[in-house]
């Protein structure tokens, strides 16, 4: 966020404080970048090591990955029709696997621990960066749905109804990746922030039931990512007739 | 930052919030009147509707929370800040 931010004085809340990474003219996040890898890293050895002896019954954790298969196959299909949901399947389960394990790694893991010069650890997810990053990601994706589908057809989404339906087409273009992107940061992080500001009032039991409604909203938060990704590239890809 | 910045600043954080909270609280009310009302009439459709309804929730509460994002930038990134 901002260069000057200031910090609350009634909770150690570090909110625009960041890790800054150096690379030429480039200052990244650095404590983004960390969190990520590492659950990047973790949900790829569980990909790996689910997959690797496939048995025809499956068990553990290859079990585990086939229910998920299952569930996003499930939810792309609704959404995206079942002419072209395999293409953009990879994708969706993409965007529902890293933004749930960014959020509950964020959560769960007790990152508090490790000390940082500046900034502190999170759910990668907390930061306006990642989000507005995998929402212009979906906004790139339904705009190459549409045109690799319909090829300049697909313009004809802009006027269907009646033309008089152009300029808003035109600006929810614009809405959908700052709908996206704020939704899923201004959950994220208020979770957090409930989180903080309660722990540092009542430390005892309290902010369990809190933690637990956190846990299930960034879950939902997760589904529903992936759901109007997958609904805004179904809408591209949709034959009017 | 001066104080009449920080007092402005303050104040309408606390605004962006609460007046962002009216409309999402009115709607998710109906929308669990009429969860609620579906459930009495069938109550073996009570696992759908339920998911249907959390759905709705956080479409609605994302309403709301766009007002904390604002809330959020005037307290910790104002660009007024000077």
Not at chain 2, 17 to 42: C, D, N, T, Y
Not at chain 2, 61 to 66: F, G, N, P, R
């Amino acid at each position: 966020m901002g260069t000057s931010p200031f910090v609350l004085p009634f909770a150690a809340l570090e909110v625009g404080q960041h890790l800054y990474w150096q690379f030429g003219k480039l200052r990244i996040h650095g404590q983004v970048f960390m969190t990520s890898w590492i659950l990047i890293g973790a949900l790829l050895t569980l990909v790996v090591v689910g997959t690797k002896k496939m048995e025809r019954d499956p068990k553990g954790v290859q079990n585990l990955l086939e229910f998920l298969w299952d569930y996003i196959r499930d939810l792309a299909r609704t959404q995206i029709g079942e002419k072209v949901y395999r293409d953009w399947m990879p994708f969706i389960g993409t965007l529902f696997l890293f933004i749930f394990v960014s959020n509950w790694g964020g959560a769960l893991i007790p990152w508090k621990l490790i000390e940082l010069p500046s900034g502190e650890l999170g759910a990668p997810t907390a930061d306006i960066n990642t989000t507005v990053a995998l929402a212009l990601l979906v906004s790139l994706s339904y705009f190459y749905a549409g045109l690799s589908n319909k090829g300049l057809r697909y313009f004809e989404y802009y006027v269907h109804p009646t033309p008089i339906m152009l300029p808003f087409k035109i600006v929810e273009d614009f809405t959908k990746p700052l709908s996206l992107s704020f939704r899923l940061f201004g959950n994220i992080l208020a979770d957090e922030l409930v989180v903080a500001v309660l722990v540092f009032l009542v430390p005892l039991v309290l902010p369990v039931p809190v933690m637990f409604l956190g846990l299930f909203t960034s879950a939902i938060q997760a589904l529903i990512f992936a759901t109007l990704a997958a609904y805004y590239i179904g809408e591209a890809v949709e034959e009017h007739h | 930052m001066d104080s009449i910045t920080t007092a402005a600043s303050v104040v309408a954080a606390g605004l962006a919030v609460g007046l962002g909270a009216i409309g999402p609280g009115i709607g998710q009310g109906s929308a669990a009147q009429g969860a609620v009302e579906g459930i009495a009439r069938q109550p073996e459709a009570e696992g759908k509707i339920r998911g249907t309804l959390l759905l709705s929730f956080a479409f609605m509460e994302s309403l709301t929370i766009y007002g904390l994002v604002v809330a959020l930038v005037l307290l910790f990134a104002n660009p007024f800040a000077g």
